[in-house]
């Protein structure tokens, strides 16, 4: 097993400590874990890297001129810290209803 596969074993908890996926997971009577949309406007956005650098659970990176992306969105908690720091009012955080969660695990 190389070092990746160990990595792709573990997930973030909410303290931000890696731990064995199956122990994470939810179990029978815990509730499922909460998802949640983070949509970025581009055009407000002035790449200043804040939502990169406050989020705790490191949800975001920043390459391609200086863009945040929310490439790890799955692991978002729904803070809001992200929402409150930018400057320029470009993101916006919300909780994922049911319904449109199976509708987009559901696309192709
Ligand atoms: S904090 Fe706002 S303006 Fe700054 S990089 Fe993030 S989205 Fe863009
Ligand atoms: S809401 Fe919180 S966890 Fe989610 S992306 Fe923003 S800062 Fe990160």
Redesign the pocket.
């Known amino acids: 097993m190389t070092a990746r596969d160990e990595k792709a074993d573990l997930e973030q908890t909410e303290d931000g400590q890696d731990r064995p996926a199956a122990e994470t997971a939810p179990s029978e009577g815990q509730k499922p874990k909460r998802e ?1 949309r ?1 949509v970025l406007f581009d055009n407000w956005c002035k790449r200043c890297g804040i939502c990169v650098e ?2 705790r ?1 490191k ?1 975001y990176t920043q390459e391609f001129e200086m863009h945040p992306v ?1 490439e790890f969105s799955e692991r ?8 409150r720091r930018c400057p320029d009012f470009a993101i916006m ?1 919300t909780e994922k209803r049911d319904d449109e969660s199976q509708t987009e695990e559901d696309e192709p």
């Open positions: 949640y983070i406050f989020c659970k949800v929310p978002c908690v729904g803070c809001q810290s992200c929402v955080v």
